[in-house]
């Protein structure tokens, strides 16, 4: 009787032991592959949105994690902030809204870049932004994009972003031993910016000439490259 109890409870062990190691091989909002921090700060007229976590609780990615906060590079540096979810762990302050920021030469000390936010509807914090504070600017119910200075027409001058740490590559893990391990995560790419900028006036020929405090900074990991 004590040798068939002592099977079935090293069946049960087993049993435990294999189903935990497939369960964290289906999960992949994390990864412990070198992990890093990373945050994004973007301030409004003064209204702070951040988030801010560690890959090893959770990747912010779209598709991956909630919240987005990475650099990609294809024809340039492309950097995703987007605060998507603030139910995530990841979540600090602030309402539901994204930013593109697309630098063509990505240096350290200033670079610049174009900035405009991610899709947004007409019920979005954006579009109530747009709306009740920046009196005058135009709203598409798309996107909004942003000028350092005023201007005569409809072409948007690019902000100077000061950038601190250019990072290290992220590379894919040879021997990953699961889902989530499937990148080593290089150190963040680091920057910001803070100063007057303008948005597009809601009369033809639609010049920037609505002004607004912006105020970005950002620690994103780099992804796939």
Known sequence: MMNKIT???LLLSMFCCISCEEEAK???TS???NPVDYEFTIKLNGVSHKIQGNTSITVPIGGIGSNGCYATSFSGTSITLDLNDASATNYI???ILGFNISFDNLLLGNSIANVS???YGANSYISSFINNTLVGAYN???FLQISSTATLDATPTPL???ITDLGTPTV???MPTTISDMYIWGETLKGSFSGTVFAKSNISPRPFDVPFQLEISFEVIRYSY
Do not use: D, E, R, Y
């Open 7 to 9: 099977l079935v409870f």
């Open 26 to 28: 289906l999960s992949p």
């Open 31 to 33: 990864s412990s592959a």
């Open 93 to 95: 302050a602030g309402q």
């Open 117 to 119: 936010s991610l899709g």
């Open 140 to 142: 598409n119910g798309s």
């Open 160 to 162: 100077t972003f000061n």
């Open 172 to 174: 894919q893990n040879p």
